[in-house]
């Protein structure tokens, strides 16, 4: 038998910005074809729950409340489930606006 002592790796975050949980139902695209549920968002990106596939890399425009179309990067995706980078920061005050407006 033997006792080591070890010390806990910091775990650390890739992400910029601290994400809120919401429940807000979107479209994805310049014609607000595609329809979508954004699950978590933050002032630089956001999970989404989509019904049709995103693909690691592509540039969507996504549709906010009060916002309108901003364009986003696919930064991850997993079958139905997709990380995406804003190429924009939303604002402190739309950000605030969302989480509060549509809780999860």
């Known amino acids: ?5 070890f010390e806990p790796a910091e775990r650390t975050s890739r992400r ?9 139902d979107v479209s994805i695209g310049k014609t607000r074809r595609t329809l979508c549920r954004v699950v978590d968002i933050s002032i630089n990106g ?5 019904y049709s596939a995103l693909k690691r890399g592509t540039s969507i425009w996504l549709n906010l409340p009060r916002i309108g179309q901003i364009v986003a990067e ?24 969302l989480i509060r407006d549509h809780p999860a």
């Open 74 to 97: 696919v930064m991850w995706a997993d079958d139905f489930t997709a990380g995406c980078k804003f190429h924009r920061p939303l604002s402190i005050e739309a950000f605030d606006a």
């Open 46 to 50: 956001a999970r989404l729950q989509t």
């Open 1 to 5: 038998m033997f006792a080591a002592d």
């Open 16 to 24: 910029g910005s601290p994400r809120a949980p919401v429940a807000l």
